[in-house]
């Protein structure tokens, strides 16, 4: 019989140059990509045999009658694989997305098995095809069985796709519908027209869906920067634990990259990031380079040694100023290493950790570096382990309220108190609030933490007026999401109106980070209850590098000098003279104010003696809970003796 083989060539130059153009671009590591290079390469193999093999039987070419056996075995080989390529294609492409691995031995293996050896012993049985003395070609008894083989794997391939079409996504479902009914359509043309070879065509036609879709490496690649994109990383990341095979990364976070989009104008802000990336990709090698997202890039390595050579050039790189287009920048990044980054369960929690150990070393000024370690790692999961509390104590209301008697030296009583949260973990025990309320202020909850401690306090001081005999104000703590949070000032005018209570009575404590970084919306806040009488209070003043310029336009009542400060003072004439100066002026400036962390006699004699009107710290109390706070003022308004009678007699 004539064949037309016109098709078969075209498909075959077609599957080549998608072979040509996928080798020609950057080279993925992930199972996709491999699945993609084998199957594409089965595709070759088999148009290829289909070409030899049509030649042979219609004597274009003349090879013995054991040659010709053996390329037809082959291509059976081939047809047979093909199909079940197919199915396990598609399943490489949902449990991919299952972050598991997908076996290529499984009991779909079986069929595959079953048919390569009825075509092994077709040698001998002549099932599929013979060649007689003379080599003429005639096809065998179960020729018709191929099609049917491969109608199992289609089949197959459909239902399983519909079943877990969720887990395969809309995209990658159609393209497997698209791949069949293309494949399906060729191989039926050929079984209804004799003479044409179209199921190569339908080979060729397939791959090209998926090339287009699905196997392209260009998906995985950041347009701008040409350096592989993020949902890249997260697939290579999963594959590479799942493998447990060995990776290092540094990772560097360019938080800079918003102020210079901000003076230099977004174009140039693409420009310094294309300058970055190819800067990277030249240190890496031939290393893998990925953007994470707008302002992290990282190098993956797959040595130790390689990981130490890296890690250095790019270090060094950011401690210079960068040159890019004649235009000298000055770019301090924050450099993370992380060996052995293989050893993390799944690619968020390598993340979780790059971030955390980015937080770490944040440090605005210049370009820092910092390695992960075992300690590091600890404390990471520490947080984690405080972050996933948080929301359970938040929904079934954990908290507690502690409060910490603050005295006042002139009239030799308490006078106040400060209302401090405090949460206790089933197994870590006591959780630092420093700790929890910078975690809850990251993940938004502080807004619930603080109007349920809020509330606590109110109720506590509605329960007990004989305390609210006793002191002039309770203080609570603000954080700037709360105070920034829209009709935060209601919230807080309400509930004291639902518990009948002044006010007044009330002081609000504000950082001077807040007062200063978001002056102009804490000022609308605070006017309102400043007009409503809550008074204000400037806590940790000399902690952070205040504009004191700034932070005074609000009208605090009282100023509390930062524990540190007083730290400080033992050994240094400089700090003591400081903390004085700092006392005078702010009395001159009329504000009352408070010595925060006082421990000992000696720094309460000190601090009394420069002026200070008030005094917190462990001298008097730690901070205690309801029972304990009430018991503690009941006693001291009896006695009316805090202090020791050493103290008294020198003071006074
Ligand atoms: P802060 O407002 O400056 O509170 C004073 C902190 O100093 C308290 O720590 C207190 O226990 C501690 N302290 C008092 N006297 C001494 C002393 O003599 N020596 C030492 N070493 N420490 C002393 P605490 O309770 O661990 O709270 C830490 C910070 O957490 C607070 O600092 C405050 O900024 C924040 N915080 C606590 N509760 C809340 C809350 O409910 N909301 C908000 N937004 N922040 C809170
Ligand atoms: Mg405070
Ligand atoms: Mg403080």
Redesign the pocket.
């Known amino acids: 019989m004539e064949y037309n083989m016109s098709y078969l060539y075209a498909s075959f130059f077609y599957l080549l140059l998608v072979f040509y153009h996928f080798l020609n671009q950057k080279k993925l590591d992930d199972l996709k990509s491999r699945m993609f290079f084998s199957f594409v390469m089965i595709g070759l193999l088999d148009i290829v045999f289909d070409i030899i093999c049509t030649w042979i039987i219609s004597g274009v070419i003349n090879v013995s009658v054991w040659t010709a056996k053996m390329c037809f075995t082959f291509f059976y080989v081939l047809q047979a694989l093909i199909p079940f390529f197919l199915y396990y294609y598609a399943r490489t492409l949902r449990e991919d997305r299952e972050k598991r691995g997908v076996s290529i031995f499984g009991w779909y293996t079986a069929i595959l098995c079953g048919m390569l050896i009825l075509i092994v012993l077709n040698y001998w049985g002549g099932y599929f095809f013979t060649f007689n003395l003379s080599g003429v070609y005639s096809d065998g008894p179960l020729y018709m069985g191929m099609y049917l083989y491969a109608g199992v794997y289609v089949l197959l391939t459909a239902t399983d796709s519909i079943i877990h079409y969720r887990q395969l996504g809309k995209q990658k479902f159609f393209v497997i519908c698209e791949l069949l009914a293309i494949m399906g359509i060729c191989v039926a043309y050929q079984y209804a027209v004799d003479d044409s070879l179209t199921t190569g065509l339908g080979i060729g036609l397939g791959m090209t869906v998926l090339y287009l879709n699905i196997g392209n490496p260009d998906r995985c690649i950041d347009s701008m920067t040409d350096v592989f994109d993020n949902q890249y990383f997260r697939e290579w990341v999963q594959s590479r634990i799942r493998r447990s095979k060995e990776f290092h990364v540094v990772a560097v976070e360019m938080h800079r990259m918003k102020v210079i989009n901000k003076i230099f104008g977004n174009s140039f802000g693409d420009r310094v990031l294309i300058h970055i990336a190819e800067k990277m990709q030249e240190i890496s090698g031939s290393y893998q380079v990925f953007r994470l997202n707008g302002n992290r890039m990282m190098i993956v390595t797959d040595s130790l040694v390689e990981y130490e050579r890296v890690r250095k050039a790019v270090v060094k790189y950011f401690q210079q100023e960068l040159e890019i287009e004649g235009e000298k920048i000055s770019f301090p990044v924050n450099i993370c290493g992380i060996p052995h980054a293989n050893e993390r369960k799944e690619c968020d929690e390598l993340i979780g950790y790059m971030d955390y150990l980015i937080s770490l070393s944040a440090e605005k000024g210049r370009t820092t570096f910092i390695q992960g370690d075992w300690q590091t790692l600890q404390n990471f999961w520490y947080t984690k382990e405080i972050e996933q509390y948080l929301t359970i104590a938040v929904k079934n209301d954990l908290f507690e309220v502690y409060y910490?008697p603050i005295y006042s030296i002139k009239e030799k009583r308490f006078v106040a108190l400060?209302?401090?949260?405090r949460l206790h973990h089933p197994t870590l025990g006591w959780v630092?609030?420093?700790m929890f309320?910078q975690i809850a202020e990251k993940n938004g909850l502080?807004l619930q933490?603080?109007s349920l401690?809020f509330g606590k306090v109110c109720r506590f001081m509605k329960d007990h007026p004989e305390l609210m005999a006793m002191i002039r104000n309770v203080k609570?703590?603000?954080?700037p999401a709360?105070i920034l949070q829209e009709g935060y000032s209601r919230k807080v005018l309400e509930t004291l109106e639902f518990h009948h209570l002044p006010a007044g009575f009330f002081q609000m404590?504000i950082?001077e980070t807040i007062a200063t970084e978001y002056s102009e919306n804490v000022y609308r806040i605070v006017d309102e209850l400043v007009e409503a009488g809550v008074e204000l209070c400037l806590?940790?003043f000399g902690s952070g590098y205040a504009n004191l310029n700034t932070v005074l336009r609000l009208p605090f009542t009282e100023i509390k000098l930062d524990?540190s400060l007083l730290n400080g003072i033992p050994g240094s004439q400089h700090m003591a003279d400081f903390y004085r100066s700092i006392v005078d002026v702010l009395k001159n400036m009329g504000y009352k104010t408070v010595a925060?962390?006082?421990?000992t006699e000696s720094q309460l004699e000190l601090v009394s003696r420069w002026g200070v009107d008030y005094i917190?710290?462990?001298?008097f109390s730690?901070?205690l809970p309801e029972k304990e706070i009430v018991e503690f003022l009941r006693e001291k308004a009896c006695t009316r003796k805090p202090c020791s009678a050493a103290f008294y007699q020198r003071m006074y």
Do not use: C, H, M, W
């Open positions: 910490q400060e209302a401090l949260s630092s609030p420093e309320i502080i933490i603080g401690q609570f703590n603000t954080s709360e404590e950082t806590d940790d524990r925060e962390g006082v421990e917190q710290g462990y001298y730690k901070p």
